[in-house]
Nanobody
């Protein structure tokens, strides 16, 4: 059974940082391009970042480039999203995705 489980969300002030984790089980982690999406209230789900197994040329949405960093650990079967200099507009539910599978999401709220 494939499972993707996100963690690390929470409430943070503008300018602060959070690190999201997504633990993956039930599939061969090294074979899959891993992505993070987010969905803000009233908006469509959008791609935030993606990374291949070789960590070559990770993808970032323009809105997060230079502030967010995606990485992966093939020993722990985990993908991370380091989020720095957070803004109120980063408030959303963040989802981990691989192939046709989604995690349940983790809430990130940026507010003073």
């Amino acid at each position: 059974q494939v499972q993707l489980v996100e963690s690390g969300g929470g409430l943070v002030q503008p300018g602060g940082s959070l690190r999201l984790s997504c633990s993956v089980s039930g599939l061969t982690f090294s074979l899959y391009y891993m992505t993070w999406y987010r969905q803000a209230p009233g908006k469509e789900r959008e791609l935030v970042a993606g990374i291949s197994n070789g960590d070559v040329n990770p993808y970032y949405a323009i809105a997060v480039k230079g502030r967010f960093t995606i990485s992966r650990d093939s020993v722990k079967n985990t993908v991370y999203l380091q989020m720095n200099r957070l803004k109120s507009e980063d408030t959303a539910i963040y989802y981990c995705h691989a192939a046709n599978y989604w995690g349940p999401g983790t809430q990130v709220t940026v507010s003073s």
